[in-house]
């Protein structure tokens, strides 16, 4: 089972292996404040597609479509996380505000495809 949530949510006995998925620490939280198994930077999105998708220079449709590109390049790492995900749980933490269109939410459904 893979699940997403935000890294400000708490803890849960479900939540199984769980793995930062931003590129960047999140604001607000402590290094020793997170409870977290992982972090996974290589899966994370490029700066610079960040970058285009936050300034709104490109559409979330788009977005996913290249991030997908970056994650194909990874799939060793994404087998890794899958793996995990099939013996214990994955959670997937992430610090965006918007719940439905984020990255965290395209590895998910990448992560599940693979």
């Known amino acids: ?4 949530k935000r890294v400000y949510d708490a803890v849960t006995p479900d939540d199984g292996y769980r793995v930062l998925v931003d590129r960047l620490w999140p604001r607000g939280i402590k290094k020793e404040n997170l409870v977290y198994d992982d972090w996974c930077k290589v899966l994370t999105p490029s700066t610079e597609l960040r970058k285009a998708f936050h300034g709104e220079v490109i559409d ?3 977005f996913c479509q290249h991030y997908r590109e970056e994650l194909n390049q990874h799939r060793e790492e994404g087998a890794r996380l899958k793996s995990i995900a099939n013996t214990q749980g994955l959670t997937l933490l992430y610090s965006a505000t918007n719940t439905t269109q984020n990255h965290a939410r395209v590895l998910a459904d990448w992560l599940t495809h693979l």
């Not at 089972?1 to 997403?4: A, E, H």
């Open 1 to 4: 089972m893979i699940q997403c």
């Open 60 to 62: 979330f449709p788009t």
